[in-house]
Nanobody, 115 residues
């Protein structure tokens, strides 16, 4: 199994920035793909960004140019740098990891963007 420790959520004004962190309990190199998803109240969970084992990244259209997913191999941590935040980015953000044919989820961290 994989445990995912998330941190970095909070309250920020529109136009501001936040950085989310996700540290898996197993080596990053043993995980196929890691990602960030979000779920706003009354809405379905949606994909925000992913990063593969070889560093390929993918973003939802709604965050392209504003969010950056990256990893620090030395710290075994994946980050989501969020800039130019909008009120519609308000959601619970979940880290995910694909490991041994299963997807594991973190407990989520709240991001609230005030207008």
């Amino acid at each position: 199994q994989v445990q995912l420790a998330e941190s970095g959520g909070g309250l920020v004004q529109a136009g501001g920035s936040l950085r989310l962190s996700c540290a898996p309990s197993v080596s990053r190199f043993r995980i196929n793909t890691m990602g960030w998803h979000r779920q706003a109240p009354g809405k379905q969970r949606e994909l925000v960004a992913t990063i593969s084992s070889i560093g390929s990244t993918m973003y939802a259209d709604s965050v392209k140019g504003r969010f950056t997913i990256s990893r620090d191999n030395a710290k075994n941590t994946v980050y989501l740098q969020m800039s130019s935040l909008k009120p519609e980015d308000t959601a619970v953000y979940y880290c995910s990891a694909d490991y041994q044919y299963r997807t594991y989820w973190g407990q989520g961290t709240q991001v609230t963007v005030s207008s």
